[in-house]
């Protein structure tokens, strides 16, 4: 029997339709001699489809006909070990169930899908799942606690302060300073959130209110962060889990602006309406940096991802100075189109890719397993039997 593979999609992000290509460039790539590949969309509203109509790019169009055509479902634990895929408005007398689902694959972007939340729901339901845990996950989204596990090894990052939104109605002078402190020029982003939503760049004290008013809108938590000027910007993909790492050729992202904007990352082709997620981004495959800044790259890149103990495919990304300096900036732990186009000059198709981090996602499952996670002992039995312990 083929191993039946879900790959779940959208969901309440800014980078919902992000989600939507990247999840169909995967779903299209998982090798159908060994998998059976079954889509999971979330929409905007929180409420999971399925069907053959989600695998068309073509239907996003008008999403109140999809909605029509697919089926609304939930995951449902069956019996201990069997997780089914349930019509949500099943009648009496059906019990709904559309298939088994043995692992599922993650591709939702930001936040609910790549910051441990839809992880830990996996982990509840006891559902294998692609990619990162929700350790994992949480510090890989939240860009001050990731900061804080990099610097606290060593690895060179940027300059930074932060601060909890609230702190800013009622302490502005001190935060004022915190920038002062970083030194201008400063870039404010929110904690929590990717493509580039909520960044400013900050020349001076007079332009950093209205940057710090729009970080907050959009996170509890802000930082500010030295500017690299006359900046490179590089990506390097990381596959494997906490044995066995390997890094990806590097790629130089090429912006039109100063900061890499939303519409940089996904919008290149935007008037031809040419929506192909990061593939569409302007940039040099290999990088064109040094071989020392590349081979420096590479192993920060394995060394952030273990850090972490990131699982699956990550993206790391770097920014380069003109001094030759390398920083972390940051680690995207599904990247967008999972990167699959930093695999191909390692021989590494997407169909490859797929089976890959399915096999890792399977190879955890079975370590876990070797894993106590309870005592069979009822204490409260051994208590009134008089052999109990007391309270400690
Ligand atoms: N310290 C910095 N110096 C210069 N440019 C930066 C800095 N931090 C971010 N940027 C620019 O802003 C973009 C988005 O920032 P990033 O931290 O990657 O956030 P996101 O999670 O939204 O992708 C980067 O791709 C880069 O162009
Ligand atoms: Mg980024």
Redesign the pocket.
Known sequence: MKTKVAVIFGGVSVEHEVSVISALQAFNAIDRSKYDPVPIYISKTKEWYTGDVLTDIENYKDLDQLFKQADRVVLEQEREGTIVLKKKDRSLFSKGVITTIDVIFPVIHGTNGEDGSLQGYFELLGLPYVGCDVASSAAGMD?VMMKQILRDSGVPI?DYEWFYSTQWHEQQDEIKQLAEKVGYPV?V?PAN?????G?S?VSNAEELDEAIDLAISYSFKVII?????D?T?VNCSVIGDYEEVESSVCEQ?L?TD???SYADKYQSGGKTGDTKGMESVNRIIPAEISEEATAKVKELAEVTFRLLNASGVSRI?F?LNPEGEV?V??I?TIPGSLSFYLWGPSGKDFEQLTDQLIQLALKRERERQSIQFSIDTNLFSLQSKGQGTKGK
Do not use: A, Q, R
């Open positions: 860009k940027v870039i982003k959130l990717g493509s580039s939503v960044i760049k962060e030295k500017m690299v000027t900046l910007e992202v912006s100063e900061i890499l990304d920014l920083f900036n940051e995207n």
